[in-house]
């Protein structure tokens, strides 16, 4: 069993910064993919970004390359999200997951663990 849990998320004007972090407890952290999803209302679930085992190796949506960073903190067992440049389409509920196996995987059925969700609403 695999226990996420994310925190970091909150309310901020565009153009601000927000960090949110994944803490994972439960099987080995180190040996698999993590990734980032978002979900607005109404709207599908979304891979945001994600990153190998190592961490050598990212995944980044279109829409938020060169504003969000994705890294990991093995020894932590923390996954984080680093957000700048935040806009108002940037608002929704952020899920942190764990991959099914070590590579990034960029379907949503290949995550088997869910952390609880954190809000995160940008006002313009």
């Known amino acids: 069993q695999v226990q996420l849990v994310e925190s970091g998320g909150g309310l901020v004007q565009a153009g601000g910064s927000l960090r949110l972090s994944c803490a994972a407890s439960g099987r080995t952290f180190s040996s698999y993919a993590m990734g980032w999803f978002r979900q607005a209302p109404g709207k599908e679930r979304e891979l945001v970004a994600a990153?190998?085992?190592?961490?050598?190796?990212?995944y980044y949506l279109d829409s938020v390359k060169g504003r969000f960073t994705i890294s990991r903190d093995n020894a932590k067992i923390t996954v984080y999200l680093q957000m700048n440049s935040l806009k108002p389409e940037d608002t929704a509920v952020y899920y942190c997951?764990?991959?099914?196996?070590?590579?990034?995987?960029?379907?949503?059925?290949?995550?088997?663990?869910w952390g609880q969700g954190t809000q995160v609403t940008i006002s313009s």
């Open positions: 990153i190998n085992w190592s961490g050598g190796n990212r």
């Open positions: 997951a764990q991959g099914q196996g070590s590579e990034i995987l960029y379907n949503k059925y290949q995550y088997r663990y």
